[in-house]
């Protein structure tokens, strides 16, 4: 399904064939459909494949790290480590947020995405705040704040047609510690960038 995943972040939904899929994946017509029972199928598969993965980094996360700001710093690497694959799934959930696109599969494997983001990090804010770690903010207000400009950080990317986002990201993660008063304890050490920036993409 990856080599559908590349087509659909590519292109768009409607321009992609089954034949461009089974050229590029290097297999017959008959053996997708022998999985799928159309392109739809193939689409939402891929797709919520892609999410769930994704989730799982983020949940494999949270196991282990009791620390807010430790799980902070994870989040904001694993973003960083998985920002080919997650850079795909931006796309085509951009895409998808277009007219006459309607797999409810989809629609509510995009919703489990934001959802799970939110949560680590409503989550990872409220644990800072009631240990002393955070000065009193809005935990929801944080996470949407970060979720909204991840995603920008990704939508510049294709502007620009740069897939490095490790820059913008610890400036990001920056931003977000001053925000939680924590700008004199934590800084971007000088060599931070080119060190995340040199994480292999998985």
Sequence with gaps: MSAAVDLFSECDY???TIQDI???AG???S???YHFKNKEELFTRAVTNLIE???KGYQESRKHHSDPVDLIEDWFENNIRLSQDLRKLVKIMFDYAGPGQSSPSVANAIHNFYDEEHKILAASVTQGISTGHFKAVDPVRIASFVSTHIDGIFYDSFIRDDDDIAPAM???KWVLWIMLGLNEDVSI???EVSRLAAIPSR
Excluded: C
């Design 14 to 16: 409607s321009s992609v």
């Design 22 to 24: 089974t050229r590029r």
């Design 27 to 29: 297999v017959t017509h």
């Design 31 to 33: 053996l997708v459909y």
């Design 53 to 55: 993965k994704t989730i």
């Design 170 to 172: 610890l400036d990001l």
């Design 189 to 191: 050490k000088k060599n």
